[in-house]
């Protein structure tokens, strides 16, 4: 199980920038496995990744592996320890959702699909250094409970029970981030109250269940 797992991450890896939810070598993603979780290493491009790069990374932060996990592996562990529900995470640079971030400037309710990240906005962390058990802190805050969010002058962070439903996230985050920039060229949109985003929540609970 844990060779099929390595090789969904490494696809998964080299998928995120070739639909152009991240650039280069930035970014990183995990899955939860027994005994702590795998993660992209640091530094290596994605199209030269082999399933034995990944570092297998323990709680308490020591890893196995021929390479140094991701700079990130902080926040990935953190969300793993107070999230039981997730199973996968993944970081990207996705140009609007990072343009925003770059504002500092979170997504709010102009649209009801926000509500796929699990509450009626997409909030935006407060800005601390990559690879920092501050920023890690940040992005705890940003996440409580959500399943995604921004990181200021950063990128974004989607979680979810497996890597495509974590993967299928960060690209809903993206589009809505298009979507609300495109928005804001013309002008402030409309944005939902809180009571209908309470409807669209409670709608959510059984989206796509038979």
Known sequence: MKK???L????AARRMNASGINQGKSGNLSVRTEGGFLVTPTGVPYERLVPEDLALVHPDGAHEGPRAPSSEWRFHRDIYVTRPEANAVVHCHSPYATTLACLRRGIPAFHYEVAFA???DIACAD??????????DA??????GRRA???ANHGQIAIGANLEAAFVLAEKVE????MYWQALQIGEPTILDAAE???????FKDYGRH
Not at 8 to 11: A, D, G, Y
Not at 127 to 136: E, N
């Open 175 to 178: 589009a809505l981030a298009r």
């Open 197 to 203: 985003m309470a409807r669209v929540l409670e709608k």
């Open 149 to 151: 969010c921004l990181l």
């Open 127 to 136: 800005y601390a250094t990559f690879g920092t058990q501050a920023l890690s």
């Open 4 to 6: 099929e797992l390595r």
């Open 118 to 120: 699990g509450a009626a």
């Open 8 to 11: 969904q991450v490494v696809e």
């Open 139 to 144: 992005a705890l805050a940003a996440l409580a």
